[in-house]
């Protein structure tokens, strides 16, 4: 008998530890609700996990709660505050509730400002070295799976859904990948067989990285078809009288995805902002190598990096083609294309927290005048 909502409600209800408040319907991979945790006297975020078959995580599912464990609430990392086994099929996981909205939310209106997504950045990578600590590694880290709390005045990035962390028997070991989400899966979680070990989680923080400074990758599986996967869906479609279901569809783009990962990469779909300059790229870059050898081989040599950069505050002003940059060099920046000649770009500036802006310089690209405001410090 296939499950329903009641029946994991009346599960829940028979672990005698939860309130139900609320479903919570943004992911469609599990069950999921906002809730009150009696003995504990908290708001909890409850979800509902099938277990991955060719892992063990869960035949100890309180692990969780240790791994998570920190001092205080400066941790990057959703804490777990329970774990259990739900009947025979599930289990469930009480998590901190955090009402900040996730890294996805925040893209739906386009990237974050530049040091913003850095910093957001060195706070999943602290999450991640708590995880790889414990010899865990998180196999699904992308935009959805990490929400936005504030911190000391600055974002605060929390890791969460914790349905596909698989243990690591040591540091350097690996384990089959995850493909619950396709366009995250590095080159060597589509080899066969898979592989995915701490290097892999950062490949995907590096993806989302991308995502956070340039803006969203598409979400249309349309975008990432190459010749050869259009060529699969043409003969496909003929076989099989004119439609292709979803199923084989599917796996057309997973073998199109896997290529991209193997070779230009899936950020060569994304959209380019002007102003990143080339040392964020190329940690970008590093963090995305199709090899992992290549790559960053732990957080904290990605976190060095990032934690170097001084670089303005970069970000999209709300009317169309325009970039704004605060503070930087002490004054306020504003770079936008020259009304009286739409082929140059002009730079602005202004006294920091003044409005009284003035032409600056000119430039033949947004890239360019771009370039002009970073050497304004040098």
């Not at 975020?45 to 309180?62: H, I, M, N, Q, T």
């Amino acid at each position: 008998m296939s499950t329903t909502l009641q029946d994991i409600q009346q599960l829940i209800a028979t672990t005698g530890k939860y309130r139900l408040e609320a479903e919570n319907t943004e992911g469609a991979n599990a069950y999921a609700f906002r809730a009150h945790h009696v003995p504990l006297d908290l708001p909890v975020f409850l979800k509902v996990l099938y277990p991955d078959p060719s892992g063990d995580l869960f035949a100890e599912p309180r692990l969780l709660v240790e791994a998570t464990r920190t001092e205080g609430n400066e941790s990057n990392l959703v804490r777990v505050h329970d774990a259990q086994r739900l009947g025979d099929d599930f289990v469930l996981v009480a998590m901190e509730y955090v009402d900040g909205g996730s890294i996805l939310s925040r893209l739906s209106g386009g990237p974050l400002p530049m040091m913003e997504a850095v910093c957001a950045a060195i706070g999943i990578l602290h999450g991640l070295a708590q995880l790889h600590q414990a010899l865990l590694v998180h196999r699904d880290i992308k935009p959805a799976n990490v929400l936005i709390s504030q911190r000391h005045g600055r974002i605060w990035p929390k890791i969460t859904d914790f349905g596909s962390v698989a243990r690591l028997a040591d540091a350097s070991a690996s384990v089959t990948a995850s493909r619950h989400s396709a366009l995250y899966v590095p080159a060597e979680g589509w080899a066969t067989p898979s592989r995915y070990d701490v290097r892999s989680d950062l490949y995907q923080v590096g993806l989302v990285l991308f995502e956070m400074v340039h803006g969203a990758l598409p979400y249309n599986d349309d975008a990432y078809l190459d010749s050869e996967a259009r060529k699969e869906l043409r003969e496909l479609a003929r076989a099989s009288g004119g439609s292709v279901d979803d199923f084989d569809t599917q796996k057309v783009v997973d073998r199109a995805l896997a290529r991209a990962a193997s070779g230009k990469g899936v950020i060569s779909f994304g959209r380019m902002q002007p102003y990143v300059p080339k040392s964020l790229a190329r940690i970008i870059n590093k963090a995305v190598s199709p090899h992992p050898a290549a790559r960053y081989q732990t957080p904290s040599e990605m976190i060095g990096d990032l934690e170097a950069l001084r670089l303005p505050d970069w970000r999209l002003a709300p009317c169309g083609e325009q970039y704004a940059a605060n503070g930087w060099s002490g004054w306020d920046w504003s770079i936008g294309k020259d009304p009286k000649k739409p082929e140059q770009w002009v730079v602005l500036r202004s006294r920091q927290a003044a409005t009284n802006f003035r032409r600056w310089a000119a430039a033949e690209s947004a890239r360019a005048a771009c370039r002009l405001v970073m050497e304004a410090a040098a």
